[in-house]
Structure formats: C-alpha cells, structure tokens
C-alpha cells in the first residue's frame, strides 16, 4: 500500500452529532439486511459502508453530514485502489468545504469559517494541495487553538502530507487539551476523545520514527477501549449489530469501533515490525471478533501463518476482503514467486486476482491477460486491474497495450514505466564472449535483469551467465538475523542500483557494516522478489572491503 | 461563558446541544466604544453592548458609515470579493528593512526592491514555500515552514546561504547579528550566528508567537499558555510567565504583554515586572488580531488596534497605563479607563483579520477573501485584491504588496 493511501486510510477525525446518531438508527435497517442481500454473491468488505457513504451523500443535505460522506467515500475508493473515483470525492468534499467557509464568513460566524476551513484543508491535502491545505489549517489554529478536534484535523492533514512530525505536535496539543477538558468535566465522550486523540498521536509518532512512545500509547488506548467506561457503547454495538469502521467516524459507537479496529490495527503492525509475531497475531485475531473480513488484519495474519495451508486460507479470505490492496498483492506475489499453489477456480473478485497472480507467477502470461482483461471490464477505474494488465502486457512482449492501461497511482505507473523502458534492452554485452569474470555497470545490471524477467536470454548467454562471476560495489540492507562474533549476516541489498538478495541470509566471516559500500563478487541465479519489486537473485562467492 | 464554540466537531456540538447552548454565538452588533484595558470595563463593556445591542448604532469611519449593524450582502463589490474568496493563493511574502527597502519572497527566489519599490537591486535563491520573512540590519531571512529551510541573504550583496531548520519555522529576528528562529513544532527557539554556529532551547508547547522589544525577544506559547522572555547572552530562558492559553495574537511593549482571545473576546495584559495578570477587557465580536497603534507617552498609555473580522472592524483601544500615567491624566479617569480616544473605530466591507499599523500607514487584511486595506479615523480604501497572506509590509516610507507578479509600493504620506 502507498504511503498516500496508508495515510488516508489511517487518517482518524472523528466526530458525533446527535443527528448523525439519528441517521446512524435510521442505517440499522439496512445493517440487518445487508448480510443477507450481500449473501448472494462474495462482497469486498468496503461494500457495505461505501454503500452507506452514497446513501448519506444523496440524502443529507448538512454540511457535516455531506463532508463525512465524500471524505469517507474517498478512503474507501482509496483502499480500493480506485485512485479516480477516490479524487472525485475528495474534491466534492473540498467544494463542499469551501462553499461552506465562503457562507460563514459572509455571515460573519466564525466558528462555522474555522470549522469549514480545517476540512477544507483536510479535502485539500486528500487532493495533495499541500500549500493550500498548510496555509488553511493554520488559518483554521488562529481561531480555534482551544480546541482539541481542530489540533486532531491538524494532525490528519500533516499525516496525509507525509509530514510525521508537524502530525505529532499537533496531536500533542489536542492531547493536552483534551486531558484538561476531562480532568474539567469526566465523561465517557470525552475519554472516547482524548483516546482518538492519543491514536492520532501514536500513529504520527510511528510514522515519524519513534515507536516506543507509539508502542505505549496505542497499548494505553487498547487498554483504555477495553474498559467497562465504554460498556454502553458496547452494548449498543451489539444491539445494532454495529459493525461499519470510518475514517471520519460519525456517532459514538462508530467512532468506538473505528477507534478499536484502527488502534489494534496499528498496534499489531507495531509488534510484526518489532518481530513480536505471537503478539501480532493475537491483536489481528482481535481485530477479527469484531470485523471478520477485515482486510488488513487476513492479510496479516496470512503474511504471519505458521503453516501453508494456514496461509494459504488466510490469503483466500483477504483477497475476497479486498482483492485490490497492492500490499496484499506484493504479499502475495512474494508467496507465489518460492511456492506454488494449487489451481484455484474460486468466483470472487478475490479469488480471480489470486488466479491471475498465480498465472503470472507461472508465466501462462496469456491466461493472466483473459483473467485480467475480464476483470478490468468490470473495474474500470481501478489502478491496481490496469497494473497487473500492465505488468503482464509487458511480460508478453506487448509494450503498447501496456502503455495503454489506465494506472493513476505514481508509483505503479513509474514502475510500469520502467519495466517498459528496461524491456526494450538487449542481453547485456558481458555475456556474448567467454570471459569468466567481468564488472558490470548498473545499466547493463538493469539489462540482465529486464532480459532475465522477459525470459529473453538464449541458450547461450544463459551457459554464459552461469560461468561467469561478477564483481560489483554493493551496499547491503540491515539483516535481522546476528550472526556469530566476527562474522556478519546479510541477505539483500542493491549494486549499483539494482535490487538483489541471496536465497536466504548469508553469514560471512569479518564485519560489514549494512549501507556501506563493500565489494561483493557474485553469480547471477535468476530474478528473485525484493521488497515488493524485481530484482537479481545472487550467490555470493566473495565478500570484502571495498578498495 | 464561551462566546464563540467552534463548529468543527460534532462530539463538541452535540455536547453544547445537550446543555441547550447554540453551536455558535451570533455575530455581536458592532459597538463604537472607547475602551481602557482595565479589570472593570470588562462589566461595564457588557453592560454597554447589551445596552446598545437593542438600538440601532452609528458606525464611525468612511465606508461603515453609509452602513448601519451588519453588512448587507449583496452589494455588487463585495460579491466580487466573496466570489474570489476560494482562490488559492501562492505562498508570497514581503518585508520591510531597516533601511526602508522591501524584501519579496516568491516562486522560489527572494528579490531586494528599492524604497520606491520599483528598482530591483538584487534576485537570489529563496525557499520553495515562503512564510515568514526576517529583515535585520544586514541579512534578511526567508523561512519555509513545510519544509524546514530557511535561506539566509545578505542585504548588500544578496549572497545567500541555505539551511535546513527544525521542525516548521514560523517566526524571527535578528539581535546583534544572530538569527533567532521560532520553530514552532520541534518547541525550540534556535539561535544561528553569521559563521554558522547554532544553538537552540526548549520552549513550552506550541510556540507560537515570536516578538522583540529592546533586543530581549519574547516567546508566547499558545497551548501551555506561558510568556518566555529568552535572554540572549547567555542563550536561555530568562524567566516563564503565566498567561492565558490559546490567544490568536500576542504583542508586547516590553512592559505588560497583550493577547488577544477570539473565543470569548477577551484582551488579556500581564504586567512584565510582576509576571502577574494586569487586567482583560472585552473587545469586539470575535477579536482576533492586535497591533501598537501608538507607543504611548510618559503621560499617556499605549494605543491597540484590534482587528475583528464578525464585526468587520478594527477597534483602537488604549493599552494598560502605569499609575503615574493614570495620575497624570487625572487619576479618576486612569482608575475607571476612560480614554480619550472614543471612537475611532472602522467598519470594512468584508471582516479583516489582520492589522498592521506602522507611524501614519493603518493597514488591515481579509485573509479569506485577500482583501487589503487602507485605513484611518476619516476613510477606509481596498489597496488591492486578492494579495496573498504575508504578501504585504508596511515600513517607514510607506506600504507595498505583491500582486499578480509585481511590487506595488504606496507612500507613507500620500
């Protein structure tokens, strides 16, 4: 998942009104029947509150009610890696926001202008107007430094520009200020508050690289979230089989199962970073007694299984919860690329993703295009169909259908880009003689491996390939594995700007230090997945200093 | 009582909802009053605006007198400003210098215009989103706030030095040829001498606010509600006072410190000396912006401009007086604050948020719609629209401001 999406997914503002608790009663009609109408056919798990989204935003006609809609309908466009769609919404929510501060300020009602002012930020940087969106939000602080909800915005709006440590101050002053508020007058809201407050700052914090006082934090508000503070709202999830999780949450027992589901979310891929598996695992079971299909959880969990079978289940039922994540999808592909799977010939949209990934992985490039063009009939809009179409027209040879699928995320589209441009590349010229050993540069790196990927080399260039070793200036990633005194553990890493790794962690004897250049002398085994991208599967013959 | 909630959370809206308390306050009438900074004209203000609030009221000042209370909408003009008010506007600053030329920041350079503000004298490499701008006696400095740089230039030459600044500088000033940088979200005030060295301190939350009197530099933070005095020799904190949290402006003559509180109206003074509260007094509607708008005497107190954008006016009140200036203009009237400057408030078309007010120049600003104005006790005239925020400075020969690619320069004394 991108950074983008990860922060508009994770972006948490919160907010109640007593005629949001209305509309959420009027929703429990459709809660109840929704299972059943959505039982006929395998539904992504968004589904639902995107469903719910489109309702609020045809039928409300408040200015938070219309906002609420269009923010969340974005972030659930986002997950879905409906980037198009996506900026539509954000750019309702904008107009909707600007409009709005346009008649308060008219009106001279100036907590209505700060309020439309900090959302209109918010909508701005969705849209990645960072300017604007900077200079708004300070405007909004000028009039409304008090208030914890307008520090909370701050925060999010930092988040979505990727700016780490301008969210975290910012979520410190609406901790500080909400702590007063209860310390002033205690109630079950404003915990509620000062917890999203305290979610707002962990997740900054995280972001901005400082993980213990995340850790503790996110620990504290699990804790706090599970408190008998909060049995009413508990009990009022059970009665309304509540279940729907926003990023701008609306009532109170929303906001309370958003918080949970976000909270241990982020707390579980704390402990998985810090390689507290076991921890890890039992956050995402949590998170799933309350929200079954939740995508990021399965997704973890089938990323953590101790078994095949286990994974491989667990990856069934998270493609079916979003069979459009792109982290899911690099997870997945990471699986495939060391294991082969069984045929399957489920009829999901999850389950048909996971057969075209599979085919891919297979090289039945020309089965993965029907499955992927049937899919992209029916996901138009959808970034991550026209990637995978993208990627696996590349593979066939077939450079212009790649160039013309429609890919709005950067990232994949720069990938995309250049895959097509290294697919053009002949053999590199190391490999037409019969040296034995040679110093390749980074392009003619970048050949073998695009020659590699498109299965391109001739017989005789592969018998060249595997005689000859090559020596390169190689920068090492940090391993996590320790290796015996005087020796040091290493895996992957990049020469000369290529992404490589062995085929399992390597102990060598003396000590290299990780993002230092070292010389390495190697033989090139094949193409190998490296943090989400191709990349050159090494066996390394000699390690040393570099000259 | 609050006076002023804000809208933004609907949590914080039902709460209000369920004590039977309106989300917002309506605009307050605009009162023309003389007002003294005094712990007793804070009922007598109440008393005064419940009083008027019932009649009709006369406005003072060109434009608000053909007007009577609110602003009627639909005026051709101020749909045209209205209309304009979603424009983004591009981060473009000005400054004046010491010496009286004008500094621009835009688009990624800095540029050194002549007093008459036509005469380039030099262009250099800015920052890529221009905040504050610093002019000192030599150097000026550009801050980008987004992305933590700040580009130092000297003033003769226009040689500047890029830096890398801590988190989000807002604010600064030069003493003696160091550059003092308010960087609000690393909660630091950092000191850069000219041969690079830096030194830095830790400030309470949110620092928001940077001023200087008489070379002693004087830190607000917003959210811990405290005044920091930062000595300079040696590079510390001198002494924290207690304030009143979450102002949206703070200046300071050096003796009482004044901010100002939208939420509930209030102006609130701290004596200095005493690090005690010096008295509050409420202002206005929705008083959000204050300015000197006269230094005071041995005989007199210092004048504020207040700018309230409910009630499209900037209020000019007199500041706290010493008991010797109290004496001196009669000792009844310091006690009870009667000043002697009634009336001298200004209504505008559209509510201004900004005040700047530099010897004869009185300048106010409407950040939403970019509106600039010029102002004084006889008239009120729109400058110029739309003008960035920070994209105008008021200096001793006169006011300029950046427009649609050009410095535009207005003299002191037309």
């Known amino acids: 998942m991108s950074k983008r999406m990860q922060c508009a997914v994770r972006s948490g503002q919160w907010a109640v009104n007593d005629r949001a608790l209305r509309a959420a009663r009027c929703a429990l009609l459709l809660v109840l029947l929704a299972p059943a109408a959505f039982a006929q056919t395998t539904r992504i798990a968004s589904d639902f509150e995107i469903q719910q989204m489109e309702k609020q935003a045809a039928s409300a006609h408040d200015f938070l009610s219309q906002l609420s809609a269009h923010l969340n309908l974005g972030d659930l466009r986002l997950t879905r890696s409906e980037t198009t769609v996506a900026h539509t919404e954000y750019q309702k929510a904008a107009d909707i926001a600007q409009r709005e501060r346009t008649d308060a300020r008219t009106s001279s009602d100036l907590a209505r202008y700060a309020t439309a002012t900090m959302y209109a930020s918010l909508a701005e940087a969705k849209l990645g107007e960072e300017r604007q969106a900077f200079a708004l939000i300070e405007e909004a602080t000028r009039y409304a430094s008090d208030d914890a909800k307008t520090w909370n915005v701050y925060a999010s709006t930092m988040r979505v520009l990727q700016q780490p440590r301008k969210a975290a101050s910012a979520a410190r002053n609406a901790v500080t200020v909400a702590e007063a508020e209860l310390r002033r007058s205690p109630s079950t809201a404003k915990r509620l508050d000062l917890d999203i407050y305290r979610y707002s700052l962990a997740t900054a914090l995280d972001d901005a690289g400082e993980r213990d006082e995340a850790q503790r934090l996110l620990e504290t508000v699990v804790a706090s979230l599970r408190t008998q503070d909060f049995d009413a709202l508990r009990k009022d999830a059970a009665r309304r089989e509540s279940f729907e999780i926003y990023s701008t949450a609306r009532g109170e027992t929303t906001a309370y199962l958003s918080l949970l589901n976000r909270s241990q979310l982020q707390l579980a891929a704390m402990y998985e970073r810090g390689g507290n598996v076991a921890r890890a695992r039992d956050v995402y079971h949590d998170v799933l007694t309350s929200r079954s299909d939740d995508a990021t959880a399965l997704a973890a969990l089938a990323r953590l299984a101790g078994s095949g079978a286990e994974r491989t289940q667990s990856y069934a039922d998270a493609f079916d919860a979003n069979p459009f994540s792109i982290g899911l999808i690099r997870d997945y592909q990471s699986w495939l690329s060391q294991h082969r799977v069984d045929p399957n010939d489920g009829a999901s949209d999850g389950s048909i993703i996971r057969r075209a990934l599979e085919q891919m992985a297979r090289g039945e490039n020309r089965a993965a295009r029907s499955t992927l063009d049937a899919l992209a009939s029916r996901f138009p809009e959808n970034d991550v169909v026209g990637y995978l179409a993208a990627t696996n027209d590349i593979a066939l040879g077939d450079a212009v259908r790649a160039r013309s699928r429609s890919i709005h995320v950067e990232t994949l589209r720069r990938e995309v880009e250049s895959r097509l441009a290294s697919s053009v590349a002949a053999a590199p010229a190391f490999l037409d003689g019969t040296a034995t050993s040679a110093t390749p540069s980074g392009a003619e790196l970048r050949h073998l491996l695009a020659a590699l990927q498109q299965q391109r080399l001739t017989p005789e260039e592969h018998l060249a390939l595997d005689r000859i070793t090559l020596t390169s200036t190689a920068m090492f990633d940090a391993s996590a594995a320790a290796g015996k005194p005087g020796q040091s553990v290493l895996e992957s890493g990049t020469v000369e700007g290529v992404a490589f790794r062995f085929s399992e962690p390597m102990a060598f004897a003396g000590t290299f230090a990780a993002a230092t250049p070292l010389r390495l002398t190697y033989r090139v085994l094949g193409v190998t997945e490296v943090g989400g991208a191709d990349g050159l599967l090494l066996e390394p013959v000699k390690l040393e200093a570099e000259r | ?414």
């Open chain 2, 1 to 414: 009582m609050n006076r002023y909630r804000n809208a933004g959370s609907l949590r914080h809206e039902e709460a209000l909802l369920a004590r039977g308390v309106r989300a917002s306050r309506p605009p307050q009438p605009a009162v023309p009053r003389p007002a003294a900074l005094r712990d007793r004209e804070c009922d007598r203000a109440r008393d005064a605006r419940s009083r008027r609030a019932r009649r009709p009221h006369s406005v003072s000042g060109g434009a608000g007198r053909r007007r009577t209370g609110r602003l009627a909408a639909g005026t051709p003009l101020l749909v045209l400003l209205l209309a304009l008010m979603a424009l983004p506007l591009a981060a473009q600053s000005v400054a004046v210098t010491p010496q009286g030329s004008f500094v621009v920041a835009h688009d990624g350079i800095v540029e050194l215009f002549a007093s008459n503000g036509h005469d380039r004298l030099w262009r250099s490499d800015g920052v890529e989103y221009p905040g504050a701008l610093v002019a000192g006696e030599s150097s000026i400095a550009v801050l980008d706030p987004i992305a933590n740089r700040a580009v130092v230039a000297d003033i003769r030459t226009g040689a500047s030095t890029s830096m890398r600044t801590g988190e989000t500088p807002i604010d600064g000033a030069f003493v003696g040829g160091d550059l003092y940088l308010l960087e609000r979200d690393a909660r630091a005030l950092e000191r850069i001498a000219p041969d690079g060295t830096r030194a830095s301190i830790s400030l309470a939350a949110d620092p928001a606010f940077l001023r200087i009197r008489d070379a002693r530099l004087f830190v607000y933070s917003r959210v811990a509600g405290v005044i920091q005095e930062i000595a300079t020799a040696p590079f510390r904190v001198a002494r924290t006072v207690a304030a009143e949290p979450f102002a949206s402006d703070f200046e300071t003559d050096g003796r009482t410190a004044y901010t100002v509180h939208p939420r509930d109206g209030f102006i609130r003074m701290v004596d200095l000396a005493t690090g005690k509260p010096a008295g509050h007094v409420r202002i206005g509607a929705v008083p959000v912006d204050l300015a000197f708008a006269g230094s005071g005497t041995a005989l007199s107190a210092p004048m504020l401009a207040v700018a309230d954008p409910s009630a499209k006016r900037v209020w000019v009140v007199e500041g706290k007086q010493s008991v010797m200036q109290a004496f001196a203009r009669g000792f009844l009237r310091g006690l009870i604050g009667l000043g002697l400057f009634g009336g001298r408030e200004s209504k505008f078309r559209t509510g201004v948020d900004r005040v700047v007010i530099r010897g004869p120049v009185s300048i106010a600003y409407d950040s939403s719609s970019g509106t600039l104005y010029r102002f004084s006790k006889e008239k009120i005239e729109v400058l110029a629209h739309p003008v960035a925020p920070g994209a105008f400075a008021v200096g001793p020969s006169g006011v300029a401001w950046w427009q649609d690619g050009t410095l535009v320069a207005q003299k002191a004394n037309r």
